[in-house]
């Protein structure tokens, strides 16, 4: 049968075609005179969203995030759409919000049928490569061709990696041991009984100084690697390259250059932090010095991320890139680090469910520029498909982005939503519209913040009688978007 070339090209953004397809794809587009577009996907992991010295963040250093937000657009009001890993994460790679991507939890894995970015731009004729963390949770490549993770960089350490095994304390595939939790079910840990005990009281270091050398950390291996690509594949043909740190995620233990920068006695506690309050993980924290230190290393952390962010960045100058490279950079979720007595994530206040969202389109983004506008990670993946001309995936809950990159400064009235822990008992929801953002609780009931005037979310308006029917459109609004199916949302139905 006579196959045309647009049959053709629809196979492969089925994902079905072979690669060479792909460069058959490419040279067609390339004698068409399409100039190729290249993109950086920079990721971290556990990132506040004011986290930046170009936010105001009086302990946050770091210089290299803050020229990419000089040199292009910072979404201030950038929301993950789950503050846990693996779903948050999924939704990016998607454009799809858990409960349609599948990945609710950190246990589960996106699901085969579900395509990526990377079968989007793999279709395109891109090189698509993963170096870095992405907590995939199974063995499944999700349309990468190009991919080095955890399992990977323990091999570059070999019998290094103990070090590693004696800072986590404990498996924790959040961390990279184990990648794949699977591969010891059954089994056991393997490190148990090998690792040095370090005193602590939970199962989490509080924070201190690595034991490890600085060329040897996780971050270093994803800058190292991410520059390698660059070097040897940034010129065979248009790419998209995501690099994906661990960092500032646990363990809070930092390369001595950069713990050198942080002593815990300059950090201020928030005002909302609450010494009763008990992190099951790290325990230690009630006391405020170990509160304070372990500040002062995620801080360190964030600055060993933005040195490693910033190699990246300079071999795109390097390599002469830099002027055809989409750049973005973004984190899966936020961090609590004391605020409302709470550390790491799994909450839907600000700290926790913001993410930092900077974008550079050369020719398209003005320089320093803010948007207001409050965004969604489901809105990244159509972004740089119409920024690249790369046919968009059918069905996505994000619209792109693009309009506000042009018109930064002209904010615009959106609605945006995250999820936690769907199907179980303590679900929850959220709905951001506008300056006011309602959480949701299966069987304990509603928060209502007016983000405008009580930007750290102290005063909960939700039963307040005048805020009655604000609650009631917030809402109506949230269950047009997803009705909660669990049982204690009942009461709550309109």
């Not at 300079?314 to 950079?329: C, N, Q, S, W």
């Not at 803010?370 to 690249?388: F, G, H, M, N, Y």
């Not at 999820?419 to 949701?440: C, S, T, V, W």
């Amino acid at each position: 049968m006579h196959m045309t070339r647009k049959q053709f090209l629809s196979i492969g953004l089925a994902g079905q075609a072979p690669s060479l397809a792909a460069a058959v794809r490419w040279a067609g587009s390339a004698a068409a005179g399409r100039k190729p577009r290249n993109v950086l996907l920079l990721m971290s992991d556990q990132h506040r969203p004011g986290a930046l010295g170009i936010a105001g963040d009086p302990y946050a250093r770091t210089p290299h995030l803050d020229h990419l937000a000089r040199s292009g657009v910072r979404f201030s009001s950038a929301y993950c759409t789950n503050p846990v890993c693996v779903p948050s994460r999924m939704s990016i790679l998607t454009g799809l919000y858990a409960h349609n991507h599948g990945a609710v939890g950190n246990e589960v894995p996106l699901p085969f049928r579900v395509r990526t970015m990377a079968h989007a731009f793999d279709a395109a004729g891109y090189m698509t490569a993963l170096v870095g963390k992405m907590h995939f949770v199974d063995a499944q490549t999700h349309g990468f061709a190009y991919r080095l993770d955890f399992n990977d960089w323990l091999q570059f350490l070999g019998p290094k990696a103990k070090l590693y095994a004696d800072e986590l304390g404990q498996a924790n595939s959040g961390s990279g041991l184990p990648q794949i939790p699977a591969l010891w079910s059954g089994y056991g840990d393997p490190w148990r009984g090998a690792r040095k005990p370090d005193g602590r009281e939970g199962p989490v270091q509080t924070g201190g100084v690595s034991k490890m050398d600085e060329r040897d950390h996780f971050d270093s291996f994803v800058a190292d690697e991410s520059v390698r690509f660059l070097r040897e594949h940034g010129r065979e043909q248009p790419f998209l390259l995501i690099s994906s740190f661990l960092k500032p995620h646990d363990p809070f233990m930092p390369a001595e250059r950069f713990a050198r920068m942080y002593q815990p006695e300059d950090m201020r506690l928030p005002d909302s932090w609450n010494p009763a309050t008990r992190h099951a993980a790290t325990p230690e924290l009630r006391d405020p010095q170990l509160a304070r230190l372990r500040m002062a290393m995620y801080y360190a952390c964030l600055a060993q991320m933005d040195d490693c962010a910033g190699r990246a960045l300079r071999a795109l100058d390097e390599f002469g890139l830099a002027g055809d490279t989409i750049v973005l950079y973004v984190s899966d979720h936020g961090e609590m680090l004391g605020e409302h007595g709470l550390w790491a994530k799994f909450v839907f206040y600000e700290p926790s469910v913001g993410v930092p969202l900077l974008i550079r389109v050369p020719g398209v983004t003005p320089a320093d520029a803010r948007c207001a506008t409050p965004v969604s990670l489901t809105q990244i993946l159509p972004t740089l498909t119409e920024l690249c001309g790369v046919p968009t995936p059918r069905g996505l809950d994000g619209a792109s982005l693009v309009q506000d990159l042009r018109a930064p400064g002209t904010p615009r009235e959106t609605t945006v939503f995250s999820e936690y822990h769907n199907g179980r008992p303590d679900a929850q929801y959220m709905i951001r519209k506008g300056g006011f953002k309602l959480n949701l609780y299966a069987n304990r009931g509603a928060e209502l913040f007016d983000l405008l005037s009580d930007p750290h979310e102290m005063n909960n308006l939700a039963e307040a009688p005048e805020s009655r029917a604000k609650v009631r459109e917030l809402k109506q609004a949230l269950f047009a978007w997803y009705r909660p199916p669990e049982a204690g949302f009942s009461r709550e139905l309109l």
